[in-house]
């Protein structure tokens, strides 16, 4: 079946840097849409970046433009999201999810597949 597992999670200082990685398996990775998606202690679910699986097309909300970049791994399956400048208010749980198909979307709900997060915590 279908599994995105996270990995890569833990705490920072505001300005440092994480690397988040997602292990995709249960699915034909060509032609696929991941995505990293975020939310933080009572708020919505924010979509961050996505990358389109067979061309490397990527696309980042505003909020981590410049900061933070996704990029895959095809022959792994794995798809990473480079977290850098970080600061207090990018603390959350941070999801890895698939749709099939292309359509660089940061909407949740156009994801059909999630994993269970890995939680970054950037204290100031």
């Known amino acids: 079946q279908v599994q995105l597992v996270e990995s890569g999670g833990g705490s920072v200082q505001a300005g440092g840097s994480l690397r988040l990685s997602c292990a995709a398996s249960?699915?034909?990775?060509?032609?696929?849409?991941l995505g990293w998606f975020r939310q933080a202690a009572g708020k919505e679910r924010e979509g961050v970046a996505c990358?389109?699986?067979?061309?490397?097309?990527?696309y980042y909300s505003d909020s981590v433009k410049g900061r933070f970049t996704i990029s895959q791994n095809n022959a792994k399956n794995m798809v990473y999201l480079q977290m850098n400048s970080l600061k207090p208010e990018d603390t959350a749980m941070y999801y890895c999810?698939?749709?099939?198909?292309?359509?660089?979307?940061?909407?949740?709900?156009?994801?059909?597949?999630w994993g269970q997060g890995t939680q970054v915590t950037v204290s100031s």
């Open positions: 999810a698939a749709r099939r198909g292309y359509s660089l979307t940061l909407q949740s709900e156009q994801y059909n597949y």
């Open positions: 249960g699915f034909t990775y060509d032609n696929m849409c």
């Open positions: 990358i389109y699986t067979r061309e490397g097309t990527t």
